[in-house]
C-alpha cells in the first residue's frame, strides 16, 4: 500500500504539478554564397554606408562587456507578464550593422533553459543581436556565433564590407 501511494504521489508530481516549458533549439548556421554579375552595376559607396545605418533589425558587432544587470523585461508574447533578462552594456570595438553608438546595450536571458548568453564582464564577444518585434530590444541568444574567429570576421567583412570602428 505504501509503496501505491508513493507511485501515485510521483506521477501526480509530474503530471499535475508541472509547468509548460520550452526548450532551446537551434538550427545550423550556413555560411551564404554569394552571387557575382559582372554585368551588374556597382552600388554607390555612399548608397551602401547609408544602407548599413539605417539596418535595425540586426547588429552585428565585436567588443567587450561593460556592465551585466539583472532586470525585468515585458515578455515577447506581448503580454504583461515580465521575464527576468540580463541588460548588457558593450563597448563596441567592431561593428558590420545595426550600430549607431560607441556603446550599445544587448539583453540575454539569464541562464537555466532560457537560451540567454553566459556574457562575462570584460570579456570579447561578437555579438549577433536581433531586434524583438515585441519590446524592441536588441536580443542574443545561445544559438548565435559568441566567439570571436578569423573565420566569422573574414566571412561578415566579405558579406558587408570590413567592419567600421568609433574613431
Not at 570579456?123 to 542574443?140: C, D, K, P
Request: aromatic share 12%; hydrophobic share 35%; with cysteine.
Amino acid at each position: 500500500m505504501k509503496r501505491l501511494v508513493l507511485m501515485v504521489s510521483f506521477i501526480a508530481f509530474f503530471t499535475v504539478g508541472g509547468q509548460v516549458v520550452y526548450g532551446c533549439t537551434c538550427g545550423e548556421i550556413v555560411k551564404p554564397g554569394m552571387v557575382v554579375n559582372d554585368n551588374a552595376p556597382q552600388p554607390d559607396p555612399e548608397e551602401v554606408k547609408r544602407w548599413r545605418l539605417e539596418q535595425t533589425e540586426f547588429a552585428f558587432f565585436t567588443g567587450s562587456v561593460v556592465k551585466i544587470q539583472k532586470v525585468k523585461v515585458r515578455g515577447s508574447d506581448g503580454s504583461n507578464h515580465h521575464s527576468p533578462m540580463k541588460r548588457v552594456t558593450v563597448r563596441v570595438e567592431k561593428y558590420w550593422l545595426g550600430v549607431n553608438s560607441p556603446r550599445m546595450i544587448i539583453y540575454t536571458g539569464v541562464g537555466g533553459g532560457d537560451c540567454g548568453v553566459s556574457y562575462v564582464k570584460g570579456n570579447q564577444y561578437f555579438f549577433w543581436a536581433s531586434r524583438s518585434r515585441v519590446s524592441g530590444l536588441l536580443e542574443t541568444g545561445i544559438c548565435s556565433p559568441s566567439r570571436i574567429t578569423d573565420t566569422l570576421v573574414n566571412d561578415f567583412n566579405e558579406l558587408f564590407g570590413s567592419a567600421r570602428e568609433f574613431l
